[in-house]
């Protein structure tokens, strides 16, 4: 018994080590006590014996207590037996693991060693993806050589997981930085075009907004009267980092230049979004004018279409008056386009608002379908 629990027990040592949310200790502790209360009652008993040995004084229920020891001693065991053969392979692939752990650090130790060696002989080691590397492989591989893998194993596996992590990306950022210098430079070809595209576009801008100050009412265009000032400091901010970028590739840094790029290109499309914010909000206010009742109709159609949805379903006496409501509502956002100039965005905004209140319960009917 006490040969199968120390077996048992190195499995649950190592399996608590290497993968502790499995919990197995939890599952061996009732287990292990049987064998401690077995061997107990064992040492006990026996020392009992060695005194009435010595004494020639008789040993009460001898016999009988010796057979209930055996018992205990034997369903002890039977215990260890039948928790090891459950998870024999659990166990033995923790002790697998536990014993490869050195292993793995001294292997991820090396590669890390080869790729900090081609760093420092590397000449892109100025780079700041390089640089940024080489500091995060040593932090990794400082973090690694203060856990004791005999005694942390799932610390230290973490650890050499990071250092690998840590190595792979110096390894592509080293293998990256031959391509950095030409693709800077189409990076700044392209945002240059990108950038005149932009200013040519802003260009629209101010007509547009003047256009919809004169055809519509000033509603129609008040979330958009800083557009035009946003979109040239936009603009502006792109052109900056722009020059910074062409600075950044003179002095042999495409890094900083490619970084710089990407900043520009946020900033243009912010600008552009400002700008077909303007020139879009003009077209579509037109064709609206043009066919006030088109979006109106659309909305209609999608309401019958729900109406007949709850109806084919059996849900008209929980949506139906809902739906209903729906159609009131549409006759007075149609009947409140009056007047010389009437605010067809205030229009347009509430049959938006229709048509989403009407998609929300066509979903809930349908999903009130699914559950039943």
């Known amino acids: 018994m006490d040969r199968r629990q120390s077996a048992a027990e190195a499995g649950v040592t190592a399996s608590e080590q290497v993968f502790p949310d499995r919990r197995v200790g939890a599952v061996w502790e009732p287990v292990r006590a049987r064998c401690y209360a077995a061997a107990g009652a064992y040492l006990a008993f026996t020392e009992e014996l060695d005194t009435a040995e010595a004494t020639a004084a ?91 893998p005999g005694s942390a194993v799932a610390g230290a596996r973490e ?30 070809a392209s945002v240059t075009t990108r950038l005149a595209a932009v200013r040519n576009r802003a260009g629209a801008l101010g007509p547009a907004y ?54 520009a290109r946020e900033y243009l499309a912010q600008a552009e979004q400002l700008v077909d914010a303007v020139t879009r909000r003009l077209e579509m206010l037109r064709e609206v004018r043009t066919d006030p009742d088109a979006q109106a109709r659309t909305v209609r159609f999608r309401l019958r279409d729900a109406q007949m949805l709850a109806v084919d379903r059996g849900l008209v006496a929980e949506w139906g008056s809902v739906l209903d409501a729906q159609a009131e509502r549409l006759d007075r956002i149609t009947a409140g386009l009056t007047g010389r100039h009437p605010d067809y965005w205030a229009y347009v905004t509430e049959l938006g608002t229709v048509a989403e209140f009407i998609a929300g319960v066509v979903d809930r009917i349908r999903k009130n379908v699914a559950e039943k």
Do not use: C
């Open 210 to 263: 003047s256009a919809l100050l004169r055809e519509f009412s000033a509603a129609s265009s008040a979330d958009l009267t800083n557009n035009e000032r946003e979109s040239r400091r936009g603009i502006e901010a792109a052109d900056e980092a722009l020059v910074g970028a062409r600075v950044a590739a003179a002095d042999r840094d495409p890094e900083t230049a490619l970084e710089l790029t990407a900043t």
């Open 58 to 148: 008789p040993v009460p229920d001898g016999p009988a207590r010796a057979d209930a020891l055996v018992r205990q001693l034997n369903e002890a065991a039977r215990g260890v037996d039948e928790f090891y053969h459950a998870r024999r392979e659990g166990l033995a692939e923790a002790g697998r693991v536990r014993a490869a752990v050195p292993q793995l650090l001294t292997h991820v130790r090396a590669e890390a060693e080869q790729a900090l060696a081609a760093a420092a002989s590397s000449e892109f080691g100025y780079y700041p993806s390089v640089r940024r590397g080489v500091s995060n492989l040593d932090e990794a591989l400082l973090t690694a050589s203060a856990v004791d």
């Open 159 to 188: 650890a050499a997981a990071a250092v690998q992590e840590a190595t792979a990306e110096l390894s592509n950022a080293l293998s990256l930085a031959p391509s950095r210098t030409t693709a800077a430079a189409n990076a700044i």
